[in-house]
């Protein structure tokens, strides 16, 4: 009989002693699911930031500075994750090789971890918001970079008549402040096309280009006069 009960405490912490084990494995296999999710969305949004990266710099007018600004922002949300990352693998890196059955040993570190791959979880919304964003960032700039084109090209056309006709016309009375008004003009269409000029929601790049093809044209149409 007393046999009997020993062998029957033995088995049920046996029992025990394999039931913490395996929730101790449950438990780390969950943070290291929100962990792996967490970077799976990492990677997308650096995946979208590089591409929006290759976009810009080739002085086809695109705005940069406007763009790198909320590029800037979202690599920002890179770091916080980085930090969040290192943080959690230096807390899994204590539980690594510990007795799963030894509360003491284990349970500080996995209380920690818990409330990493929660506080992990909880990102994953916003962090998606921020996919998006980005997302939708790159294809405005993939189409503000073709809808320039056409525009770009005719400016740059009007641009190199105008100082075939400054040349002609030279001598004529105003040739110095039409000469004066085309190299702002030019120098306006570098910044433009370098992107060192900030659109806002009530003028877009591509009214800046306008308005700079309507000074050209009245800058040509006084010139013709003149001369």
């Not at 039931?19 to 990492?42: G, K, M, N, P």
């Not at 998606?128 to 320039?148: Q, Y």
């Not at 040739?175 to 877009?204: I, Y």
């Amino acid at each position: 009989m007393w046999g009997r009960k020993r062998a029957r405490r033995e088995q049920e912490a046996q029992e025990a002693v394999e039931a913490l084990a395996e929730s101790f494995r449950s438990t780390l296999e969950q943070a290291d699911q929100a962990h792996q999710a967490l970077l799976e969305l990492r990677e997308a949004l650096a995946r979208e930031l590089a591409e929006i990266a290759v976009l810009l710099g080739h002085r086809d007018g695109l705005p940069v500075d406007a763009i790198r600004e909320q590029t800037d922002a979202a690599a920002r949300v890179l770091a916080d994750v980085d930090g969040m990352s290192q943080r959690y693998a230096e807390t899994r890196a204590l539980l690594v090789g510990k007795d799963a059955t030894d509360l003491d040993e284990v349970m500080p570190a996995l209380e920690e971890l818990v409330e990493q791959a929660q506080e992990m979880a909880e990102a994953g919304e916003p962090f998606v918001g921020a996919i998006e964003s980005v997302l939708e960032l790159r294809r405005t700039t993939e189409r503000l970079r073709d809808d320039l084109v056409p525009l770009r090209e005719r400016i740059h056309a009007a641009l190199r008549s105008a100082h075939d006709e400054l040349t002609a016309a030279q001598g004529a009375p105003g040739w110095f402040g039409w000469q004066a008004n085309l190299a702002a003009l030019g120098d306006h269409l570098t910044a433009l096309d370098e992107g060192r000029v900030t659109p806002t929601p009530e003028r877009k790049v591509s009214d800046h280009y306008r308005e700079l093809e309507r000074e050209l044209a009245v800058l040509r149409d006084a010139m013709a006069a003149g001369a």
